[in-house]
């Protein structure tokens, strides 16, 4: 099944086409070395999640204007080994159980307070 694109605020149909992989890679790199600092705030559980007072002004900013802010910020990442699997292997590490791999979402609710997502695995 082809992906479709869609605006969330309308439901309408996006006419969007996926930048070259290399370009995502090179963003994703971007995002890594700037946000790396604050790995321990970006990854914290609610019981460790910081008082409001202790989050740099840079993470409160709209993403838009975060990256207009650190767009001069360019240095690729790139695993080591060269095989950006690593990252994703790190990632699924790191979040551990809260991975849901080989899911569905089989019904979704949106309303004010935030999204539900109920989902579907292999063993249910």
């Known amino acids: 099944m082809p992906s479709q694109f869609a605006d969330f605020t309308t439901g309408a149909a996006v006419n969007f086409s996926s930048p070259a992989m290399p ?4 963003a994703l790199g ?3 070395v700037i946000v790396k600092p604050y790995e321990s705030l970006l990854v914290s559980s609610y ?5 409001p007072s202790a989050v740099p002004p840079d993470l409160l900013l709209p993403f838009g204007q975060f990256v207009t802010n650190f ?4 240095e690729p ?3 080591v080994s060269g095989r950006n699997i690593e990252v994703y292997k790190a990632i ?8 849901l791999y080989g899911s569905t979402v089989a019904q979704s609710l949106r309303t ?13």
């Open 23 to 26: 370009n995502v890679f090179g």
């Open 30 to 32: 971007a995002f890594y």
């Open 47 to 51: 019981s460790q999640f910081p008082a």
């Open 71 to 74: 767009m001069s910020m360019t």
């Open 77 to 79: 990442f790139v695993p």
């Open 92 to 99: 699924a590490t790191c979040l551990s159980s809260d991975v």
């Open 112 to 124: 004010i307070f935030g999204v539900v997502l109920w989902v579907k695995g292999s063993n249910n």
